[in-house]
């Protein structure tokens, strides 16, 4: 590509995951992405500046090729204020109206969109929910879980039982408030799916950031899905597990379109049954969702390595999936039911002796990279020579962002950008998600005088002693013969320990730190 193309990008929420990491992964390409400026988005519960972040989003187009856009942002002012707002139909239809108009004045603007189902979490936790939610949101989840299967016929008597209990406990106005609010969001997925429907969004993805088989969130995906199909719009609009990383996603995607490449992955599994385990906070096998995943990027997979542009291996569960955190303890199902000597033999053999790129989707648990895996990519010199790594958050999450750095690096290769960004993911999904946050978060925060929902700011003690440990983790568990991360920036963007705000680089032996 001769010419650089600029892209209007609208992030799900100021975290790093959303705000950050496609601008970071478009860095040294021909993608510029530009986004809104910080002071116009929110901050957690507090929704961003709607009326701004239209004006923005006009005004970008305007100088535009192409838009990736969370509806939800643009909508609500945000994934967590979209869980809070008290917003009515008719106003969400006038802000998605403006799409209308903005295409009409850029008809070449190329849309690709996203915009959530509204998640049910099975906890009762106000975090990221209304604040009613720290006493009731199990009983609102089990009763929309069992109150589904009972509509199905296959409830069991303890559970019509446990739905009795709670329908005489759970307060009605509560449940009114919460059900108000999902019906006018699952009315506003459809309002979208007309401008799919209309041309307008030229692709949209509906992800699931937190889902089971039954309960709110599985009818109201029922209903979305059945407005596709009728719409006939299977092929342009996707539901799957995911939402931090589909900003990356719909990047890579576009990047592909526009340069008219459909990579071709080939997928290597560390377990035969890996395929077939049921991610935590997702619905589905991971082999349904790995499809989704790659094919909503713009790829597709390959039947075998040799036709394949990329090797994608995965580090699956053997079994059931647990957390990054409980990884010291033996489990059966991961050491005996996955071979991970074998997975990391396989690449290494693929990139070396078949000069193939390869990539690593550290999912064998939720929240954070396995460290096991890590240390045996290290003894193989092999951390700073693939073509992307992640390992944070849910499965998903994992896919999407490491699918979208490969395929990146299928059209830009080993740039100085993609070591860095290479760093940050060690860093931030192995060192800190997998082993500090951990530490810290049982004792040490406590003995400050914080818990791990409440620290000192975002750049308090805590970031310093965060950072701290980061620098020691990185030194023993990444940094290698071929060079070293240096962090060159710390902060806790919620004011809690769960997400770390990193800037590190990538600094290759021999080059001093002061360059």
């Known amino acids: 590509m001769a010419n650089s193309y600029t892209i209007a990008f609208v992030p799900l929420d100021e975290r790093p995951c959303n705000y950050e990491f496609p601008p970071l992964l478009a860095r040294g390409t021909d993608f510029e992405v530009q986004r809104p400026p910080m002071q116009l988005m929110g901050l957690k519960k507090r929704p961003g500046d709607a009326d701004g972040l239209w004006r923005w989003f006009e005004e970008a187009c305007s100088q535009a090729d192409g838009a990736v856009v969370a509806l939800d942002t643009l909508l609500y002012g945000g994934i967590i204020p979209s869980r809070l707002h008290l917003l009515q139909l008719e106003e969400l239809a006038a802000r998605l109206d403006k799409l209308r108009d903005i295409k009409r004045l850029h008809p070449k603007l190329v849309i690709y969109a996203f915009q959530l189902i509204m998640r049910c979490p ?14 009731w949101g199990r009983e609102i989840f089990r009763k929309g879980f069992i109150g589904h299967r009972k509509e199905l016929g296959n409830a069991s008597g303890e559970e019509l039982e446990e739905l009795a209990e709670i329908e005489a406990r759970l307060p009605q106005e509560i449940l009114d408030d919460y059900l108000a609010r999902r019906s006018i969001n699952i009315e506003a997925n459809k309002l ?65 379109k526009t340069t008219g490449s459909v990579p071709l992955i080939y997928p290597r599994l560390s ?4 395929a077939f385990v049921t991610p935590l906070f997702e619905d589905r096998f991971f082999y349904e969702t790995l499809k989704y995943q790659i094919t909503a990027a713009g790829g597709l997979i390959a039947s075998s390595a040799q036709e394949a542009d990329l090797v994608l291996l995965l580090n699956t569960p053997g079994e059931t999936m647990m957390e990054a955190v409980s990884q010291h303890q033996s489990f059966f199902s991961y050491d005996v039911y996955r071979n991970l000597m074998e997975l990391v033999e396989y690449g ?85 998600c997998s082993v500090v946050r951990g530490e810290l978060s049982e004792g040490p925060i406590q003995e400050l005088g914080f818990g791990k929902y409440l620290l000192d700011g975002q750049r308090g003690k805590v970031s310093a002693l965060v950072e701290q440990r980061l620098r020691q983790e990185l030194a023993s568990r990444i940094d290698g013969p071929g060079g070293k991360v240096e962090i060159t920036d710390c902060y806790m963007p919620w004011n809690r320990m769960f997400e770390v705000g990193l800037s590190v680089r990538f600094v290759p032996a021999g080059e001093s730190k002061e360059q």
């Open 122 to 135: 099975q906890y009762s936790l106000s975090d990221e929910e209304p604040d009613y939610y720290a006493d």
């Open 192 to 256: 979208v799916l007309e401008l799919v429907k209309e041309g307008i969004i030229e692709f949209l993805i509906f992800p699931q950031d937190d889902s089971a088989p039954f309960g709110h969130t599985a009818k109201d995906q029922q209903k979305v899905r059945a407005r596709i199909t009728e719409l006939d719009l299977e092929l342009k609009a996707y539901m799957y597990p995911g939402a931090d990383e589909v900003g990356c996603t719909l990047l890579a995607r576009m990047i592909n």
């Open 271 to 274: 377990s035969v049954q890996g």
């Open 348 to 432: 290494d053999y693929i990139m070396k002796h078949k000069g193939k790129p390869v990539a690593v989707a550290d999912v064998g648990y939720a929240n954070g990279g396995d460290q096991k895996l890590v240390k045996m990519l290290r003894e193989k010199e092999m951390l700073f020579e693939l073509a992307g790594y992640a390992g944070w958050n849910t499965s998903s999450n994992t896919l999407g962002t490491v699918i979208s750095q490969a395929m990146i690096y299928l059209h830009y290769g080993r740039t100085k950008e993609h070591l860095d960004f290479l760093g940050l993911r060690y860093a931030e999904d192995v060192c800190y």
